[in-house]
C-alpha cells in the first residue's frame, strides 16, 4: 500500500468526521441556547488556553477549530491503525462505529478534558449520553465504515 495514498485517505477521513463532529457541537449548542454557537470554539481553545480563550479576540475561534480537527484527526490515525493490523477484530461496522465512539468519549471525557486548562464541567447523565451519542454518529461509525471501504479486498 502506498502511504502517501494511506495517509492522504485518512486525512480526509479525519477531515469529515471533524467537520460532522463540530457541526452537531454547534447545533447542540444552537438548539440548548438559541445563542451563536461560536463559543463552542473557544471553549475548545480553553483547553489550550484556559480563562484567556474566552477573553481573547477572535483569533481564539481559529485556535479552537485547529486543536478541534487536529483531536478529530489523532483519533482517525488511531482507528485507521489499529483496524490496519487486525481488521477482522472489525467485521460488525455498525458495532465497531459504537465501541469506537464509546471510547472517545471515555478518552475525552476522563483524560483529555481533566488534564487540559478547559473549564470544569458538572457530570450531567443526559448531557453525556447527547455527547456520547454525537461521536458515535459523527465519528465513531463513519469511520468503521471509511475503513472498510478502504481495507476492503478488490473483487476480480
Not at 465504515?145 to 478488490?154: G, N, Q, S, T, W
Request: with cysteine; charged share 10%; aromatic share 18%.
Amino acid at each position: 500500500m502506498n502511504k502517501s495514498i494511506f495517509s492522504f485517505y485518512v486525512l480526509k477521513a479525519g477531515l469529515l468526521v471533524g467537520t460532522l463532529d463540530i457541526l452537531a457541537a454547534f447545533l447542540q449548542y444552537f438548539i440548548k441556547t438559541n445563542k451563536d454557537p461560536l463559543p463552542v470554539l473557544k471553549f475548545i481553545a480553553s483547553g489550550v488556553f484556559g480563562k484567556e480563550a474566552f477573553t481573547s479576540g477572535n483569533s481564539m475561534y481559529i485556535w479552537g477549530l485547529v486543536f478541534h480537527f487536529i483531536i478529530a484527526i489523532a483519533f482517525t490515525v488511531f482507528f485507521f491503525w489499529v483496524y490496519s493490523m487486525s481488521p477482522s477484530l472489525f467485521k460488525y461496522r455498525l458495532l465497531t462505529g459504537i465501541v469506537y465512539g464509546l471510547f472517545i468519549w471515555v478518552v475525552m471525557q476522563f483524560i483529555v478534558l481533566p488534564l487540559s486548562n478547559a473549564p470544569k464541567m458538572t457530570f450531567r447523565p443526559l448531557n453525556a449520553m447527547l455527547a456520547a451519542a454525537i461521536l458515535i454518529v459523527c465519528i465513531g461509525i463513519p469511520l468503521a465504515f471509511l475503513a472498510d471501504k478502504r481495507y476492503k479486498p478488490v473483487k476480480k
